[in-house]
């Protein structure tokens, strides 16, 4: 009787929450737009008060966390077409070919005897768009669809469900590696559940099987190795992150000044800095080389320069960069836009880089927050799932706006809907609402509020 008088609202809200998993995971239909708000919604406000009245308790949340993630075990995703794709890749490779080198839609095309099994249904999920590009999946990323593949090899669900179970077994590997970094940090262990136990975590990772989970897995533990001085291992697990995700390569320019010859000095140990990107260089070199070829190199430039050159969905300040074009030239320029925007990115990444010499854990995350920050606000497409990233790093800091960000992201499902159904395009004022709370809560918390000294102490 005492456990239950303990535990009676957190163990109701827990029911609550499966419940509400349940219907999203097995009765959601993506273009059910009142639905899909409702369910989101509901189980944001079920996150908080679990937060609320199991705060302390980590060995409750956290199984509540994973048992969560096992509700979605038979789902095939509702909201993302991607993992067709991967499973595509996974037994292209169990067949002998390289991913990277042929099309779906060539095989599809061409007729006659098709390289996979279930071929023509793996195509019609990842849709004409996937299918008609190369695939841009990194090495590691690949290891994963393999297994999937080796695993499952004629059944589309039996394939989703291992590679549920790698995310899952990647996110067991951020909460432990995640504790352990914020206890060094003296940051409160709880604030883990802030990504682990996080909707938009569950659903769009375990859900729908994006990869980011383990990239940020790989993330985690290279920072809390290099926290704890292990700087050659760091460098190899991070490595193992990019391998999932090109990602990480965006943060690499921020470890400058982490290798000082001595905490009281500005001089750089530039050995320590060489073999740190050497061992970061030729570890994502090695992982690559099973694929390599000039046609793989063609392919796969010319696959990562379409997000910023051919793709747009949900963006913030190309949107805008993109209406003035409009207003002078009449048409949309997203090559030249695209290119001008992302030397922006390598330019404020790298002023980050230089001028922000501060060199704790804790001053190297927020850096990385940062430089993600301004690649998201200058990016021409924005899938929900990209926050993800951002979201754990903001569990290591003070700042709150990604977090918001993860519940309002929810908006870029619905930015299709029109009044005019014949119109595809997306609708703009949906975007802007969502960014309109986005930057309003960047802009007070990063230029506005100040920081309390408990937010200024050194880790």
């Excluded at 008609?132 to 290891?143: D, K």
């Amino acid at each position: 009787m005492q456990f239950w008088r303990l535990y009676k609202v957190p163990l109701l809200l827990t029911c609550v929450s499966f419940f509400l998993y349940g219907l999203f995971a097995y009765d959601l239909v993506r273009t059910n737009y009142t639905k899909l708000i409702l369910l989101y919604s509901s189980l944001w406000i079920v996150f908080l008060l679990l937060l609320k009245y199991a705060q302390n308790n980590i060995r409750f949340l956290g199984l509540v966390a994973f048992i969560s993630r096992a509700v979605f075990i038979l789902a095939i995703p509702n909201l993302s077409q991607d993992f067709y794709r991967f499973i595509w890749d996974g037994r292209m490779i169990l067949e002998g070919f390289n991913p990277y080198l042929y099309l779906p839609q060539s095989f599809i095309e061409a007729g006659g005897e098709l390289p996979v099994a279930e071929a023509e249904a793996l195509y019609a999920g990842m849709g004409e768009l996937n299918g008609s590009h190369y695939t841009n999946y990194p090495p590691v990323n690949q290891l994963c669809f393999v297994i999937a593949g080796w695993f499952s090899g004629q059944s589309i669900l039996g394939a989703a469900i291992v590679l549920r179970l790698l995310i899952i077994a990647a996110d067991f590997g951020t909460f432990v590696f995640g504790k352990r970094l914020l206890k060094h940090l003296n940051i409160p262990e709880k604030n883990i559940f802030w990504y682990l136990l996080n909707p938009f975590i569950i659903i769009e990772l375990t859900g729908n099987l994006h990869f980011e989970a383990v990239m940020i897995f790989f993330l985690v533990w290279s920072l809390y190795l290099l926290h704890t001085g292990k700087w050659k291992w760091a460098a190899v697990v991070f490595a193992l992150s990019i391998s999932v995700k090109l990602i990480p390569l965006l943060f690499l320019p921020l470890f400058f000044f982490w290798f000082k010859k001595a905490s009281n000095t500005k001089s750089i140990n530039f050995k320590k800095l060489i073999i740190f990107y050497t061992i970061v260089g030729g570890v994502s070199l090695v992982l690559f080389a099973p694929f390599f070829s000039s046609e793989f190199i063609n392919n796969y430039a010319q696959t990562v320069g379409l997000w910023f050159q051919n793709f747009e969905f949900n963006a913030s300040i190309y949107y805008l960069a993109r209406e003035i074009g409009y207003l002078f030239r009449g048409y949309n320029e997203i090559a030249i836009i695209g290119k001008i925007l992302a030397v922006l990115v390598f330019l404020m990444i790298m002023g980050l880089s230089l001028f922000r010499r501060k060199t704790s854990t804790k001053d190297l995350i927020v850096n990385m927050l940062f430089a993600f920050t301004i690649y998201l606000f200058l990016s021409t497409t924005v899938h929900p799932w990209y926050v993800a990233t951002l979201l754990i790093l903001s569990v290591f800091t003070h700042y709150k706006y990604p977090l918001i960000w993860s519940f309002v992201i929810i908006l870029s499902y619905l930015a299709y809907i029109n009044l005019n159904k014949a119109d595809k395009s997306e609708n703009l004022w949906i975007i802007a609402l969502e960014y309109l709370v986005v930057y309003g809560v960047f802009i007070w918390e990063v230029f506005i509020k100040k920081p309390t000294q408990k937010e200024l102490a050194p880790s």
